[in-house]
């Protein structure tokens, strides 16, 4: 089969034939319809990931048919199209991940490439609504998303609350974005790019600004509060999702109301400074880490996906010999919305 692998850090990613997957016992095979990209791929290949171990075939999302069961693994599986979670070995601690955690695509064999096996229970029927590419978009930045939103920020679904997402415009970023929405909330977004605010605005947020300002959460406040001055010296947000942290997160603090929930799950832009105390403890604030999600979550967000009829942004479509242009135009931080491959 075709595969894209890479064989040295910060060297271009090659085309090339490996030999075809078989599934050991509880394993299938998927013939893989579509893929997508992560910001975790292109940091493996700088490598800025800890644990790497080349050559590997890089990859975290996909999406595809069942060709292949091995032992005991139900033939009912075979032909069914199917959306695969990319996190292994959660563990049976809902609250944090095992110690034998993984992510595909590192060390074990990813998703860009023309077929893979991957242990049954991390295959899920792909929602009927989505064509492969858009599911292929979905699993790890969705479940990211969905874990900060939904889990640990605990955003309520049946009492509208306040949302701030920051940096719009990744794909986390846009899941956390469409499931607010979709969850009655009302949402603001900050992002570096007005276009990406444009989109955001399109995807149902309330509106937004640019962090290239100064004082942009001051900015932010009086535009969600209408000007009042003494709810913008309150807060506004009840919660906020971020995936920077840096010096920045200290205005999360100023913004978020009483009793407000900040959930974050990258650090970009460096170490968190500045953060006043008094401001976290007088406000009864909680701040949350967190990661990828278990397998109960990753169900969650796929019913929740399928209720709502959410589609994933997709920024590009490129066949899987252009993956490493993908690459490029994810390190240069010009996607909008998810970068996906084909293959054929």
Not at 125 to 143: D, M, N, R, V, W
Request: with cysteine; glycine share 10%; net charge negative.
């Amino acid at each position: 089969m075709k595969a894209i692998q890479l064989t040295a850090l910060n060297q271009p990613l090659a085309l090339v034939d490996v030999p075809d997957p078989i599934p050991a016992p509880g394993e299938v095979v998927v013939d893989l319809k579509a893929a997508a990209l992560n910001h975790r791929d292109v940091f493996i290949q700088q490598g800025l990931y800890p644990g790497i171990a080349l050559p590997v075939l890089p990859g975290s999302d996909g999406a595809g048919v069942v060709s292949a069961v091995g032992e005991g693994v139900d033939r009912a599986w075979l032909n069914c199209e199917v959306v695969i979670n990319p996190a292994l070995n959660w563990g049976t601690n809902h609250a944090v991940n095992s110690p034998e955690f993984a992510i595909l695509g590192m060390p074990q064999a990813g998703t860009f490439a023309e077929k893979i096996t991957i242990v049954q229970t991390n295959i899920y029927h792909k929602p009927t609504h989505l064509s492969f590419q858009e599911a292929a978009a979905l699993p790890l930045a969705g479940l990211t998303a969905w874990r900060a939103l939904m889990s640990r920020a605990a955003l309520s679904q049946s009492n509208p609350e306040r949302v701030l997402i920051t940096g719009v415009g990744g794909g986390a970023a846009l899941f956390a974005l469409q499931f607010a929405v979709a969850a009655g909330a009302e949402v603001w977004v900050t992002s570096g790019s007005d276009e990406k605010l444009a989109k955001a605005e399109e995807l149902g947020a309330a509106g937004g600004v640019n962090y290239q300002e100064a004082d942009w959460h001051k900015t932010l406040l009086k535009r969600a509060t209408n000007g009042d001055i003494a709810q913008s010296k309150a807060g506004y947000f009840d919660v906020i999702i971020d995936s920077a942290a840096g010096p920045d997160f200290a205005k999360l603090t100023h913004v978020a109301a009483s009793a407000g929930r900040i959930a974050f799950f990258g650090g970009t832009s460096g170490k968190i400074t500045d953060v006043q105390p008094s401001v976290v403890f007088f406000k009864q604030l909680s701040i949350y880490g967190s990661t990828m999600g278990n397998d109960s979550e990753f169900a969650e967000m796929l019913r929740f996906v399928e209720k709502h009829q959410i589609r994933p942004v997709i920024d590009s479509v490129r066949p899987l010999a252009e993956t490493q242009e993908a690459f490029d135009r994810m390190n240069a931080g010009q996607q909008l919305g998810k970068l996906v491959l084909s293959i054929a």
